[in-house]
């Protein structure tokens, strides 16, 4: 089975205008409704490849009730510890040709030490051998980073697997508990190791420093140049197909979702990469928070293009 483990999700509300203006009344030309929280992402993700997960996170509120609503009519199961408040509403405003936008995220609802305690208990009652756990996003008020560590230590001393998407000091954190995989972005990456990414080589050597803070896999995602990859044994580089981006947005999601898709199926290698690049790829390449279907993904991954650092660059 697959569980995703979204800490701090949100209702995202995205409002589309002619122009963005400030200081004035901007009225919305279309309202858009989504899910949100990388983990349920990552569901959706899987559920287009034909691959069902569980959703897992802390709800509260009629919002939280309205999410649990949402995600079951998509087709995704959901197993939530609830706490006291109210689950986010984050607000986009953006312009028609979306080259501009703002932002506004709530911090989330308080998670009390109960509500903690009642969340590792239930990992622990599911966590099983050859078992596939997504931890990501971002976290709400209340948790620790070293709450990560006590999660990853559930699940892994299970025999159950960990893929990790946070930053700062829970990347490190996840680091530091021997994270079966973390996909740092080129940002969270550099912050990381404490020097800046700024090349597929700066990423492909960042590689091994990360290892040596203790994940087993590393995944680094660069955007439209692509990702790296390293198994502890061996690395790759990936550039992903030519595309008309569309919305960026949630593409490392999909990202994630082809790499479990991939690692699951007991692919391996380059062959891991190739599809968590091509899934990033699918979805950028469509509107809204889409995501890629199984065929579409599957013609991104024969255009991938695949190498190591001896060959980087020829």
């Not at 979805?283 to 013609?299: C, I, K, N, Q, R």
């Amino acid at each position: 089975m697959i569980y995703t483990l979204t800490l701090n999700p949100a209702i995202d509300r995205e409002m589309t205008v002619s122009e963005i203006g400030l200081d004035r009344v901007l009225r919305a030309i279309a309202v858009q409704t989504d899910f949100g929280g990388k983990g349920f992402n990552v569901s959706r993700a899987l559920l287009a490849l034909g691959i069902e997960s569980i959703a897992l996170g802390f709800i509260g509120g009629a919002t939280g009730d309205q999410m649990v609503t949402g995600l079951t009519q998509l087709g995704i199961t959901t197993d939530f510890i609830r706490v006291q408040g109210e689950t986010r509403i984050n607000l986009s405003v953006v312009d028609v040709d979306h080259t501009h936008y703002l932002k506004v995220n709530e911090p989330g609802p308080p998670v009390s030490n109960a509500a903690v305690v009642a969340m590792l208990e239930k990992i622990g009652s599911l966590a099983k051998k050859g078992d596939w756990w997504i931890l990501a996003g971002s976290s709400p008020p209340g948790i620790q980073p070293t709450f990560v560590a006590e999660i990853i230590h559930r699940i892994q001393d299970a025999g159950a697997f960990t893929l990790l998407d946070m930053e700062g000091d829970y990347l490190k954190e996840g680091c530091a508990s021997n994270a079966f995989l973390v996909k740092p972005n080129a940002i969270e990456a550099g912050e990381l190791i404490g020097h800046q990414i700024s090349t597929i080589h700066d990423a492909l050597d960042a590689l091994a420093k990360i290892h040596v803070l203790g994940a087993k896999q590393v995944v680094i995602s660069l955007g439209k140049a692509g990702a790296v990859y390293s198994d502890g044994l061996h690395a790759w580089w990936a550039e992903p197909p030519s595309i008309r981006e569309r919305n960026p947005i949630g593409a490392g999601d999909a990202m994630l979702a082809g790499l479990v898709w991939a690692l699951q199926k007991n692919l391996g290698g380059s062959d891991v990469l190739r599809w968590g690049v091509a899934c990033g790829a699918a979805a950028a390449s469509l509107d809204g928070t889409a995501v890629g279907s199984l065929p579409l993904v599957e013609s991104m991954a024969s255009d991938v293009r695949i190498g190591d650092r001896s060959n980087y660059g020829k």
